[in-house]
């Protein structure tokens, strides 16, 4: 079992960053994936960025690619999503979740845990 609790999530302005983070407990954390999705109002959940166990596995959304960049702190059993140049089209529910898998997937079917997500609005 994996608790999941986000935070950093707000209302910022289009262009800004912010910095969502995700603590996870009750599992060996360096020992799985992560990863985070996004809701916006009326759309489906959709994969943004996961990191995988290794330094340097990580893979991302063309919509994000280059913008956002996913971390892991093993220590603090926490990953980071750092979100940079924001867009109103960024504007979701944000969501980290767990994969106990051998690889990065991007559909959510593969995570077996999931947090309650942070809200982050960005307006123009």
């Known amino acids: 079992q994996v608790q999941l609790v986000e935070s950093g999530g707000g209302l910022v302005q289009a262009g800004v960053s912010l910095r969502l983070s995700c603590a996870a407990s009750g599992r060996t954390f360096s020992s799985i994936i992560m990863g985070w999705f996004r809701q916006a109002p009326g759309k489906e959940r959709e994969f943004v960025a996961a990191?995988?166990?290794?330094?340097?596995?990580?893979r991302y959304a063309d919509s994000v690619k280059g913008r956002f960049t996913v971390s892991r702190d093993n220590a603090k059993n926490t990953v980071y999503l750092q979100m940079n140049s924001l867009k109103p089209e960024d504007t979701a529910v944000y969501y980290c979740?767990?994969?106990?898998?051998?690889?990065?997937?991007?559909?959510?079917?593969?995570?077996?845990?999931w947090g309650q997500g942070t809200q982050v609005t960005v307006s123009s």
């Open positions: 979740a767990a994969d106990a898998g051998a690889i990065i997937r991007v559909g959510q079917t593969a995570y077996e845990y």
């Open positions: 990191i995988g166990r290794f330094v340097g596995n990580t």
